[in-house]
């Protein structure tokens, strides 16, 4: 998923995109439990969006409280 996207976003929808996000961590780390041999760069992408996400955010959060 592309920053310019997500920024375009409001809070609500990211939070949505957020939820997913961590049920398909979830999911993959299961899948690595049980031994499925899941796609490993999934794993790096999932976690990079999610860090994407809570970064945006945290910064609409602030600019929320600031004015």
Known sequence: ???GDMK????AELTQELHALLKEQFNLRMQRS???A???HLF????RDIARI???LNS???E???G
Do not use: F, W
């Open 34 to 36: 049980l031994s499925e």
């Open 54 to 56: 809570k970064t945006l």
């Open 64 to 66: 929320d409280n600031n």
């Open 8 to 11: 375009n976003k409001n809070m």
């Open 60 to 62: 609409k959060k602030r």
């Open 38 to 40: 899941p796609k490993t």
């Open 44 to 47: 790096r992408r999932v976690k």
């Open 1 to 3: 998923m592309k920053i």
